[in-house]
């Protein structure tokens, strides 16, 4: 028996059931509709809406449920609408009529609304915890190489040198950011739309706020029809989960194009790779280019719920049924992501020789040797047109501007003296860059201990 049915003279249509029915796909979120229903009922028997005792059998009832669920010794019944229609029956069958009051002062649109707003802040929660997991790798990397020399990119060129502690520290920020995103969106979301009905309250002396209290929220929804309406902290939820695979996506690029034999400057381990059916010398980043792919997945679900809700009229609409499947499928994605890549990352051999090596060429000291002439009083335009030449000289040549002979420098510019070649070395290239946020080591330390501080502040685990 639907909980709707009594105003209908005859059986639903077998494939509009079907099309109609949620349980396959909102199953998932059981617990948080028990949990919901334990403290609606918990206000009612505080209200004297229902007696205590109706309260108090009504609560165990529905911990027993939620036990029974837990063990897997109660099978959800498939011919059940949905996980809502699933628990008042059951909770019925078990302790008889007190079971029928459950849903006193209710409707499934704000239980709806509860379930799925206590199901994204539990999974963004779980969320959080994965980035942080991730962090903590790049953090105790970072620390490990800030001697690591390797050259910095643009245009996938060559550019200057830096270290590897440097090049990690870019992705600390964005995964820092994806935290604080998820810290933001959390607190925004995590007010309670139980209580609301179905779009207009209800004449019940409800405590909206001790229901909120129970549940963990701030305190109650505002608005009745927009507490039933609303999946902004679903939007919110994927397009942080997109740009989380964003930044996922970036850095398996380069963790890719790093394992190639043109750049060889890492060895990903054996465990978190795949080799050919023919081609027996291979061993594929399979990991890093499977989350790579799986973005686009994510992205979908973004646009999918943004165009879901583009045009609904206030309040609750069956449409709004579309944002769980492709919700569940993000958070199940982004979660995989990181986790692996953060394995795959704490397991990775970098190959520092051939790295500094890199550095060495591709003239990523030429803004150093610029910056030597205006140090000599050689205004800095010149001095760019002179170290084009240079670098045009050492191209014919075939040599590095740290090989090009001194009577070759001062032959172009009699600026020059034998401390050019101390001078862009390329320890001296990465040493003296200590401005806030360079890869010099004084600056590189003060932003490993800025990020030692973020990570205590949320509760990492920095001991390694």
């Known amino acids: 028996m639907k909980l709707w049915g009594g105003r209908f003279t005859k059986e639903e249509n077998a494939l509009v059931n079907e099309f109609n029915a949620s349980l396959r796909f909102d199953r998932r979120f059981y617990r948080q509709d028990i949990r919901g229903s ?59 009529d007190a079971g029928k009051k459950l ?23 779980e969320t959080k915890a994965r980035i942080v997991s991730l962090l903590t790798v790049i953090h105790r990397l970072m620390k490990e190489n800030i001697d690591t020399i390797m050259p ?42 139980l209580g609301s009905g179905a779009l207009a309250g209800t004449t019940y002396e409800l ?17 009745s029809m927009d507490s039933v309406s609303d999946r902004d902290y679903v939007i919110e939820y994927l397009d942080a989960c997109a740009l989380i695979m964003m930044h996922l996506s970036r850095f398996c690029e380069e963790y890719i194009l790093w394992n190639t034999d043109e ?5 990903v381990d054996d465990a978190y790779s ?110 760019h047109g002179i170290i084009g030449a240079l670098v045009l000289a050492c191209e014919k040549r075939g040599c590095a501007l740290d090989t090009l002979p001194l009577e070759e420098y001062k032959a172009i510019c009699p600026a020059f003296e034998k401390d050019i070649y101390e001078a862009i070395s390329l320890a001296t290239c990465v040493s003296k860059r200590n401005t806030k946020g360079a890869p010099g080591p004084s600056a590189m330390q003060a932003e490993i201990n800025d990020d030692e501080l973020f990570l205590k502040a949320i509760g990492a685990n920095v001991r390694y």
């Not at 849903?103 to 929660?125: K, P």
């Not at 200057?160 to 600390?172: E, I, K, N, R, V």
């Not at 609904?312 to 890549?341: H, R, S, W």
Request: charged share 25%; proline share 3%; hydrophobic share 40%.
């Open 38 to 96: 334990i403290a609606h009922a918990t206000m009612l028997g505080a209200q004297g809406i229902i007696t205590k005792e109706e309260s108090n059998t009504i609560c165990d009832g529905l911990r027993g449920i939620l036990a029974d669920l837990d063990r897997g010794t109660l099978a959800f019944d498939e011919e059940a609408e949905d996980i809502h229609s699933f628990v008042e029956a059951t909770l019925t069958e078990r302790i008889g």
């Open 103 to 125: 849903h006193t002062g209710r409707s499934r649109n704000d239980q709806v609304a509860l379930d799925m707003r206590l199901y994204v802040r539990d999974e963004l929660d």
């Open 274 to 383: 795949t080799g050919s059916s023919i081609m027996p010398q291979k061993k594929n980043p399979d990991i890093a280019e499977l989350i790579r792919g799986k973005t686009g997945r994510v992205y979908g679900a973004l646009t999918s719920m943004l165009t879901t809700m583009k045009g609904l009229p206030l309040a609750y609409n069956k449409d709004m049924q579309e944002d769980k499947e492709l919700t569940f499928d993000a958070i199940d994605t982004v979660k995989g992501c990181l986790t692996l890549f953060a394995d795959m990352l704490a397991t990775t051999r970098f190959r520092k020789d051939i790295m500094e090596k890199s550095a060495a060429g591709g003239f990523t000291n030429a803004t150093d040797a610029a910056d030597y002439l205006v140090k000599h009083g050689v205004p800095f335009r010149d001095a």
């Open 152 to 193: 910095g990119f643009t245009h996938l060129q060559k550019a200057q040198p830096l270290t590897l502690a440097h090049h990690l520290g870019a992705y600390m920020e964005m995964f820092k950011r994806d935290y604080n995103r998820l810290t933001d969106i959390r607190k925004r979301m995590n007010y309670c739309p």
């Open 207 to 223: 405590d909206r706020t001790l229901v909120a209290k129970l549940l963990g929220f701030d305190g109650p929804t505002a608005n």
């Open 263 to 267: 750049y060889r400057f890492i060895s």
